[in-house]
């Protein structure tokens, strides 16, 4: 029996058929018996990496959205050409692969899989005999140990990615692995080498015309200055990258400087500008799916409650955002994370612990619509208020 899936509420995708399992295995059966598993194996294998790279600078475009869709649609493929190149020790399909789903992967909550998979492709006997594939690859384990707070292991592999592209001729390998250890090396405090790294990386994406990586960069260059305290500065750097990538039309970075933004305004009392910054972001977290994202932006406006002297408001979202980070075993990118480990030292100062369980409680159970709607009442209070 065929089974099919219609794709009526989302036009961007096809509609999708599926066998029973029991077909399924039936068919896996023949295709055995006729010595033939292997040729439709490599079949798929080059099927799904020639999507997953025609996928991956897409990602970073204005039609991110879609894409987006797409590989949500096709995980499971990914994931078989994966384990079926590690079973068979093909290892040039599996690295073309974990090394296009790196945003895919961050911007999902898969960060574990991402980097499980990514360091079991890593460690197949014929991966070296790949190395522009395999640098990449570095890359995205380099960048997911660093989403995953694995900043030692990040740089490792990071450095290990560099030595390989610096004596090739990949240069866009080379742009983003000199920017991601960029932001390594800021989570380290070597903010001098961070900003060096990070610059190199932008001028040789320039040089290019790859205008994506030098906006990724960036996004992320305000952390420099706003960790060693300049705000000032952290605004100028964060206020031009929201306009370039806003201009360009993408979500997924987009949203990270707009919340810094907020945060920033937070910090002037402007509490009308902070709320809408931090609605901006998660509303383009949202549109692409980035379910890290939306809980830290959710993360923004716990900090804004408490600040209007709402420790309900503000425990009610630290409690939806910790459902959501406890579904995915995940924590949020660095400055999110500080931030929300604040509100929680923050909390009892303002409520006795059995009205925080209680809030805390409430908000764990919140649908995404209901946290949303969460911070609409915010923004109500607030008016009220005012």
């Given at each position: 029996m065929?089974?099919?899936e219609?794709?009526h509420?989302?036009?961007?995708l096809?509609?999708?058929?599926?066998y029973?399992?029991?077909?399924?295995?039936?068919g896996?059966l023949?295709l055995?018996?006729?010595k033939e598993?292997?040729?439709?194996?490599?079949?798929?294998?080059?099927?799904?990496?020639?999507?997953?790279?025609?996928a991956?600078?897409?990602?970073?475009?204005q039609?991110q959205v879609?894409?987006y869709k797409?590989?949500?649609?096709?995980?499971d493929?990914?994931r078989?050409?994966?384990?079926?190149?590690?079973?068979s020790?093909?290892?040039?399909s599996?690295?073309?692969?974990v090394?296009a789903?790196?945003?895919f992967w961050?911007?999902?909550?898969?960060?574990?899989?991402?980097?499980?998979?990514?360091?079991k492709?890593?460690a197949?006997?014929?991966?070296d005999?790949?190395k522009?594939?395999?640098?990449?690859?570095l890359?995205t384990?380099g960048f997911?140990h660093?989403?995953?707070?694995?900043v030692?292991?990040?740089?490792q592999?990071?450095e290990?990615a560099?030595?390989?592209?610096?004596q090739s001729?990949?240069?866009a390998?080379?742009?983003?692995s000199l920017?991601l250890?960029?932001?390594?090396?800021?989570?380290?405090?070597?903010?001098d080498?961070a900003?060096?790294?990070?610059?190199?990386?932008?001028?040789?994406s320039?040089?290019?015309?790859?205008?994506?990586?030098?906006?990724f960069?960036l996004?992320f260059?305000?952390?420099?200055?706003l960790?060693?305290?300049n705000?000032?500065k952290a605004?100028?750097?964060?206020e031009?990258?929201?306009?370039l990538?806003?201009?360009?039309?993408?979500?997924?970075?987009h949203?990270?400087?707009l919340?810094?933004?907020?945060?920033?305004?937070?910090?002037?009392?402007d509490m009308?500008?902070a709320?809408?910054?931090?609605?901006?972001s998660?509303?383009l977290?949202?549109?692409v799916g980035d379910?890290?994202?939306?809980?830290?932006?959710?993360?923004?406006?716990?900090?804004?409650?408490?600040r209007?002297?709402k420790?309900?408001?503000?425990?009610?979202?630290?409690g939806?955002?910790?459902?959501?980070l406890?579904?995915l075993?995940?924590?949020?990118?660095?400055?999110d994370q500080?931030?929300?480990?604040?509100?929680f030292?923050?909390?009892?100062?303002?409520l006795?612990?059995?009205?925080i369980?209680?809030?805390?409680?409430?908000?764990?159970e919140?649908?995404?619509?209901?946290?949303v709607?969460?911070t609409?009442?915010?923004?109500?209070?607030?008016?009220?208020?005012?």
């Amino acid at each position: 029996m065929l089974n099919v899936e219609s794709t009526h509420q989302d036009t961007d995708l096809a509609t999708r058929y599926r066998y029973l399992d029991t077909i399924r295995s039936f068919g896996r059966l023949k295709l055995d018996e006729a010595k033939e598993s292997r040729w439709m194996h490599d079949r798929h294998a080059i099927y799904y990496v020639r999507m997953v790279e025609a996928a991956a600078p897409e990602l970073l475009l204005q039609n991110q959205v879609r894409w987006y869709k797409l590989l949500q649609a096709e995980h499971d493929n990914f994931r078989a050409v994966i384990e079926w190149s590690a079973e068979s020790d093909q290892a040039e399909s599996a690295l073309r692969v974990v090394g296009a789903l790196l945003w895919f992967w961050w911007s999902h909550g898969s960060s574990h899989e991402g980097r499980d998979l990514t360091l079991k492709t890593l460690a197949l006997p014929s991966a070296d005999q790949f190395k522009e594939y395999r640098a990449r690859a570095l890359n995205t384990a380099g960048f997911l140990h660093w989403v995953l707070g694995e900043v030692d292991l990040a740089r490792q592999k990071i450095e290990e990615a560099l030595s390989i592209l610096k004596q090739s001729d990949d240069e866009a390998g080379l742009a983003w692995s000199l920017q991601l250890l960029g932001l390594v090396l800021t989570s380290k405090g070597e903010y001098d080498l961070a900003d060096k790294a990070m610059k190199e990386g932008v001028a040789i994406s320039s040089t290019l015309g790859d205008y994506p990586s030098s906006v990724f960069s960036l996004a992320f260059q305000g952390d420099i200055p706003l960790r060693q305290g300049n705000r000032s500065k952290a605004r100028m750097v964060y206020e031009e990258s929201a306009d370039l990538l806003r201009a360009f039309g993408n979500k997924i970075f987009h949203a990270y400087p707009l919340r810094r933004l907020g945060y920033l305004d937070l910090d002037q009392n402007d509490m009308a500008k902070a709320w809408s910054r931090f609605r901006q972001s998660l509303d383009l977290n949202r549109s692409v799916g980035d379910k890290r994202a939306v809980a830290a932006c959710l993360t923004s406006m716990a900090a804004l409650a408490l600040r209007l002297e709402k420790p309900v408001f503000a425990a009610r979202l630290t409690g939806a955002v910790e459902n959501r980070l406890d579904s995915l075993s995940i924590k949020l990118l660095p400055l999110d994370q500080a931030e929300l480990e604040r509100i929680f030292r923050q909390l009892p100062t303002h409520l006795d612990e059995a009205a925080i369980t209680t809030a805390f409680k409430e908000g764990w159970e919140m649908t995404d619509d209901q946290a949303v709607a969460l911070t609409e009442a915010l923004l109500g209070e607030m008016k009220t208020s005012g």
